[in-house]
C-alpha cells in the first residue's frame, strides 16, 4: 500500500521556519525521485524541492538558499526544511514520489515526473 503522508505545516511568521515531513511506509527510496510541491489558491502547482535517489537536490530560483530537501531512506521519511519565510510562501505544500519508470524525460522539478502525491499540508506565513 503506497501512500504518502505530510505533516509540520502550520503557521509562521515572516522570516522564520518551518520543517515538513513526508512518511512514504510504502516506498523505497532507492527508485524514487521524491520532491515538494506547493500550491496556493489561484495559482499552478509549482515545484519548491527535489532529490534524486542519489540525495542530490535540486530547487527553483524562487526557494534557493532558504530551501532544504533532506530524506531519511531508512526510516522512509522526506523532509523539507524552510527558513527565512515570506508571505509569498503561504500554500498548501504536497509531497510527491516519482518511479524510475515515469517519465524519466523529465526534470525533477517537473510535476509530471511524479506518479504518487500526499493530501499536502499548509503553511501561512504572515
Known amino acids: 500500500h503506497v501512500q504518502l503522508v505530510e505533516s509540520g505545516g502550520g503557521s509562521a511568521k515572516s522570516g522564520g521556519s518551518l520543517r515538513l515531513s513526508c512518511e512514504a511506509p510504502?516506498?523505497?527510496?532507492?527508485?524514487?525521485?521524491l520532491g515538494w510541491f506547493r500550491q496556493a489558491p489561484g495559482k499552478e502547482r509549482e515545484a519548491v524541492a527535489a532529490?534524486?535517489?542519489?540525495?542530490?537536490?535540486t530547487y527553483p530560483d524562487s526557494v534557493k538558499d532558504r530551501f532544504s530537501i533532506y530524506k531519511d531512506s531508512a526510516k522512509k521519511v522526506l523532509f523539507l526544511e524552510m527558513n527565512s519565510l515570506k508571505p509569498e510562501d503561504t500554500a498548501m505544500y504536497y509531497c510527491?514520489?516519482?518511479?524510475?519508470?515515469?517519465?524519466?524525460?523529465?526534470?525533477?522539478?517537473?510535476?509530471?515526473?511524479?506518479?504518487?502525491w500526499g493530501q499536502g499540508t499548509q503553511v501561512t506565513v504572515s
Open positions: 510527491a514520489a516519482g518511479a524510475d519508470v515515469w517519465n524519466p524525460h523529465l526534470g525533477p522539478l517537473a510535476p509530471s515526473r511524479y506518479n504518487y
Open positions: 510504502g516506498f523505497t527510496f532507492s527508485t524514487y525521485c
Open positions: 532529490i534524486d535517489k542519489f540525495s542530490r537536490p
